[in-house]
Nanobody, 122 residues
Framework: VQLVESGGGSVEAGGSLTLSCTASVDTVSRYCLGWFRQAPGKKREGVSGTDTGGGTTYYPDSVKGRFTISQDSAKNTLYLQLDDLEPDDTAKYYC?????????????????WGQGTQVTVS
């Protein structure tokens, strides 16, 4: 499974971005998926997750109400809408595929990772 993220960039506080993650194979309907971020000197943290088909979503309190995960199974693409961005949201953002049968936002549960896309909020 190959994952390619795009959509990162530099925005001012309060701005928005939409991240995309396209998979090389059908993952959206078969696995739980997630978005993670890692800032320099910090641990990788989950910012959103979804079960197979997108019926259930997961967010930590730090982004709840500001970030929205969605998917397009026809395009094998996962999205993350980032709204009301804050400087603390600055990080490299990664999408990932969970091991079969597991749905969470804990990095240890994910086995395939993209290369990441940088988000910088000033």
């Amino acid at each position: 499974v190959q994952l390619v993220e795009s959509g990162g960039g530099s925005v001012e506080a309060g701005g928005s971005l939409t991240l995309s993650c396209t998979a090389s194979v059908d993952t959206v309907s078969r696995y739980c998926l997630g978005w993670f971020r890692q800032a320099p000197g910090k641990k990788r943290e989950g910012v959103s997750g979804t079960d197979t088909g997108g019926g259930t979503t997961y967010y930590p309190d730090s982004v709840k109400g500001r970030f929205t995960i969605s998917q397009d199974s026809a395009k094998n693409t996962l999205y993350l809408q980032l709204d009301d961005l804050e400087p603390d949201d600055t990080a490299k953002y990664y999408c990932a595929v969970a091991q079969r049968g597991v749905c969470s936002i804990f990095p240890v549960d994910f086995i395939y990772w993209g290369q990441g896309t940088q988000v910088t909020v000033s």
